[in-house]
């Protein structure tokens, strides 16, 4: 199994949030890999939403001649149509030495309709499959929802299971670790770092509140409080970027809306999120891969230094 002898960082970028045309995508892509290479990160992890965010072979080949000290973690979305098509395009380049792949089934949110009709688990085995027939190098492997199947490949096909941040994270890493044993496990946690607490949880509701409504546990919990994610209350918050009072803080909701951006994220002064970092790391998590809520070189520079920091005590 693939093992990391110590805790390891990485950064991963949306190629979405680099505007809406190829050239910016390009262009965001290479000032995130800047960052990362600056932050002395091991992995820039490109997180493809939609299939026409995926880099081009040649977009990829040029990545990796320029920052060779990264390694460009390529994701995959196993019911995209075309997907493995692209990848095997871009392993035909001669630089699979300098990549990692990330196989995930896809949030339906990112698919046709015709592509979220495709059974997840058998889409996974087969992207899985074609992945090792072709590339030998190191493979993450999403594990949302899909914990038995991508338990049950790691063990098979030597690969890194690849968790979000989020709830009963240490239940359900045993459940990866009794099926696959020992090996690296890796962890994706959006984060913030600044001395600005309170600025900090408005900017983590306002930046992520689609990733974090996204949550069944979430969406139960509000209709528990009798809210929904539509009402003017919340979209106050997350898309008029109204200031969260002292008052609105020590509510009920208010404070179920603190704990699931706890929950879902990292976000505090450096020493805050540092020792979050400790925890994970401790609990088992030797890859650690965060991404930037706000995307700028002194946030992946802050991360990088807490990283640093974790890895050398």
């Not at 994701?75 to 990848?87: D, Q, T, V, W, Y």
């Amino acid at each position: 199994m693939p093992h990391f002898a110590c805790l390891v960082g990485g950064k991963a970028a949306k190629r979405s949030r680099f505007g809406s045309i190829w050239k910016s995508h390009q262009m965001g892509t290479k000032l995130s890999a800047k960052a990362c290479q600056k932050a002395h990160l091991r992995f820039h992890v490109l997180d493809s939403e939609w299939i026409w965010h995926y880099l081009s072979p040649e977009e990829a080949k040029d990545l990796v001649t320029n920052f060779p000290s990264l390694t460009m973690v390529l994701s995959f979305a196993s019911r995209h149509n075309g997907a493995l098509k692209i990848l095997r395009k871009t392993l035909e380049t001669g630089i699979a030495d300098k990549l990692a792949l990330d196989l995930v089934v896809g949030n339906n949110a990112y698919l046709t309709r015709n592509e979220a009709k495709r059974a997840p688990g058998r889409s996974l085995v087969e992207a899985v499959k074609f992945a090792r027939r072709h590339f030998q190098g190191p493979v993450f492997v999403g594990t949302e929802g899909m914990w038995t199947t991508s338990a049950e490949l790691a063990a098979e096909y030597d690969l890194i299971p690849f968790f979000l941040l989020d709830r009963n994270m240490e239940e359900n890493l045993g459940q990866i670790r009794d099926s696959m044993g020992k090996g690296s496990v890796a962890i994706y946690v959006p984060f913030i770092i600044s001395e600005n607490y309170p600025r900090l949880l408005d900017d983590v509701l306002q930046r992520l509140s689609g990733y974090i409504f996204r949550r069944k546990w979430v969406q139960k919990g509000l209709r528990d409080l009798g809210v929904n994610p539509s009402q003017p209350q919340i979209r106050a918050i997350t898309q008029d970027k109204q200031k969260m009072t002292p008052e609105f803080l020590k509510s009920e909701l208010g404070d179920f809306l603190r704990s699931a951006a706890s929950t879902l994220s990292l976000f505090g002064t450096p020493e805050t999120v540092t020792e979050r970092i400790r925890e994970l790391h401790k609990v088992g998590f030797d890859v650690i891969v965060g991404y930037p809520i706000k995307e700028n070189e002194e946030q992946a520079l802050a991360f990088g230094d807490c990283i640093r920091k974790v890895s050398e005590t």
